[in-house]
């Protein structure tokens, strides 16, 4: 029999009426005659409410004791669905993550998937269960409970999937799938049909929240297809899969934009080996996350190095490299949160000379300045003030002619199945764009 | 080092405010030179939260998803807690029962502790920490999450203090100790300073909330001392002991009222061997507690028989009985709410002869029927009408002159340290009562 794994975010069980609707979707499923493992979040805004206490309480609160205390948001979720499901006369059986073996690392708020002790979901699964199971959490060898950072569900959810074979893994959000911008930037962005793999890291490393960026990683390494989809309205989503002669290349396919980032700039530090090393190395040390790096090197053998970090790790970083600072003699470091990354990714962009160009000539015709730029082969990012970000976008979605998708008819992708399973000229038609 | 081990309910967790003053007496207790092990509710309503939402969604939810819901109550008070603790600057680890293996059976919802691995617990101390633990909830050999009923951190508590040889167990509580009777109903009742094992087990079991019936059976079956005392007032609360030649016997200790009772009768059953075996039986197999017994035989070969259970077991006993009505081919099964216990508890009723004679006769004086009548060495129980359990309980305080009681020095016993390592001579004259 197939399998599937359906995720549903916090907004998807915020209430009792919500948690009923999840219920009913997730029994159809298997009417459908399919395995079904459901991941969930917390109730709405609990794991916030649950935050504010403890910093209320200690405004340091030990990373593990955070853990342990937000941990119980999924907890409550997973008791309440079942129950929902028992009432549709269906039998289901819930399980935390320390139940079901998902075991991490102790790096306590941000933990990484280890392995996945799947036999006990197997066996529950054969007795004809649904088989509902707490998103977010982990737990190490020891025991302790470890939480996987923010969207660390939809990791669950793709993690389970690849260690099940599940045919597929839904992703059901408050959005209606990957779109070509965030809407509430760009009305007319567009929803992305499909979106590769490779795609879908690059956006969601350069600030689109629909999907967390280690779920992804998994869905590639293991090539779990993920189709990202609204569990508000009953339409097809965008389809996560492995990018093949199927897919049209659209040179772009989306224009991000994340506010939430900080660039560090220490001034004056040697400029010998080791130097950059060293500062890197104590960053990752303390398991904070660098983005972008530059070096500029001064005529004196001194240098400058920005980097930027996400914007919850500034306080971290601040103590780190103040030490560094000290030990490197180095002359200031300098924070700054007013500034915003916008990107452009698409997988056309290898074959597409003159996109960077395009770029930057947009950003200078809305007055834009540039401070930082990455590239990869699909993704160009620019460091940018973070007042402009809004303005970047729309304008770079011009450029783009990213408008343009053509919107396809909202029944042509089935609902239940993957792309892969399709004939592939549906696909061809839909993401025939940008041409 | 000598260890204790503190438990503390939810009115004393019940918010921010309370969960600091609870942090500053633990580490109290730790400057002390005390090794301290802290046994926690959940947060003040917490569970009666939860189990709204569940009913709300499923008016019969399966009891194994109940337990993983209201479990999540003392998992957020141990992490507020230790983040508390931390605060002040000591070190501090919580756990779940499943965490430091707080094995039960799989009766969910009434679960019974059936081992504690104690080794976690154990290395923590030894590091130094403060060990806080999730009451109330337990594990199956499985892995899956049970819970020991209304009051069971008590339990926990008391278990955990037997099974880490604590020198004495502190249970906090929104009351200051055991009094000789509820003091809502009789505004003159003291504050008993010493009660035996034996008479608690008979007060828990016959009404008085202050302590899980469960937590003194573990006190007495392993010899720890428990110190019943309010988490508001830093005052001497009850000594729960062994009784030994040291404790004054009263004759009376107090007087208890439970009006969480429900009557069964079971009408014109056959008059043979094995018909109460297989009511009784039929009851044990669905975990349900009976209470009194009585059987009156008719002259026709029938008998009828009645008992009493808690009320929250009715719904459950009513399914069982009806079965049972069929299966014995009984006339009838009547099923009464409306009844009350009172009961007088003492470990010198013992070598008192007449006792039972003045407890009937004050209940008559009061024009109060008698409807059953149990007895134990220590203690006589009788089923009244509900609505005059408070008449009877003044009236049996007031018979056995329970107000005179004296009230002794608050001072008179250490608030830290049980009264088994005290001059005798000190519990002498607090005991000293009702000669």
Same mark, same amino acid.
């Given at each position: ?271 010998? =080996?080791? /130097? +950059? !090393?060293?500062? %890197?190395? @104590? *960053? $990752?040390?303390?398991? #904070?996350?660098?983005? &972008? ?59 597409? =000379?003159? /996109? +960077? !160009?395009?770029? %930057?000539? @947009? *950003? $200078?015709?809305?007055? #834009?300045?540039?401070? &930082? ?63």
């Amino acid at each position: 029999m197939s399998l599937i794994v359906q995720k549903y975010g916090g907004t998807s069980v915020a209430n009792e009426t919500n948690i009923k609707n999840v219920a009913q979707r997730v029994v159809r499923a298997k009417d459908e005659g399919k395995d079904v493992v459901v991941v969930l979040s917390a109730l709405g805004d609990t794991t916030d409410v649950l935050l504010n206490m403890a910093y209320n309480i200690n405004p340091h609160p030990q990373k593990r004791e955070l853990d342990m205390l937000v941990s119980t948001g999924e907890q409550i979720s997973i008791a309440l669905l079942t129950m929902a499901i028992h009432f549709l006369g269906y039998d289901a059986v819930s399980f935390t993550a320390s139940q079901v073996g998902i075991l991490t690392d102790s790096v306590y708020t941000k933990a990484r998937i280890l392995d996945i002790k799947k036999d006990r979901i197997v066996d529950e699964l054969k007795k004809g269960r649904i088989v509902v199971v707490a998103g977010f959490q982990g737990v190490t060898r020891d025991g302790d409970i470890t939480t996987l950072g923010r969207g660390g569900s939809d990791t669950t959810a793709v993690a389970l999937a690849a260690a099940l074979g599940a045919e597929y893994c839904e992703i059901f959000t408050d959005v209606e799938g990957v779109f070509t911008a965030d809407p509430n930037v760009v009305p007319e962005a567009c929803k992305l049909h499909v979106v590769s793999y490779e795609e879908m890291l690059e956006m969601s490393a350069s600030g689109a929240k629909v999907l967390q960026l280690r779920s992804v990683e998994f869905g590639r390494n293991y090539g779990v297809k993920i189709h990202v989809r609204s569990s508000f309205v009953d339409v097809s989503g965008t389809w996560v899969i492995e990018e093949d002669e199927r897919m049209e290349r659209a040179i772009i396919s989306g224009v991000t934009h994340d506010k939430n980032q900080a660039k560090i700039t220490i001034f004056d530090v040697p400029d010998k =080996p080791g /130097v +950059a !090393a060293r500062i %890197f190395q @104590a *960053l $990752a040390d303390s398991h #904070i996350n660098v983005d &972008m790096i530059i070096q500029n090197v001064s005529e004196r053998g001194l240098s400058d190095i920005s980097f930027t970090v996400d914007r919850e790790d500034l306080p971290l970083t601040r103590e780190v490299m103040l030490k560094v600072k000290e030990e490197l003699k180095a002359r200031e470091v300098h924070f700054d949160q007013d500034i915003a990354k916008v990107s452009l990714v698409g997988a056309g962009m290898k074959t597409n =000379p003159g /996109v +960077a !160009a395009a770029m %930057f000539s @947009a *950003l $200078a015709e809305s007055n #834009i300045n540039i401070e &930082m730029i990455s590239t990869s082969p699909i993704k160009i990012s620019c460091i940018i003030r973070k007042e402009q970000a809004e303005t970047a976008v729309r304008s770079l979605h011009k450029k783009f002619n990213l408008d343009r998708v053509s919107r396809p008819h909202k029944e042509s992708i089935g609902t239940g199945s993957a792309p892969g399973s399709q004939p592939a000229n549906g696909l061809h038609q839909e993401s025939g764009r940008n041409e």
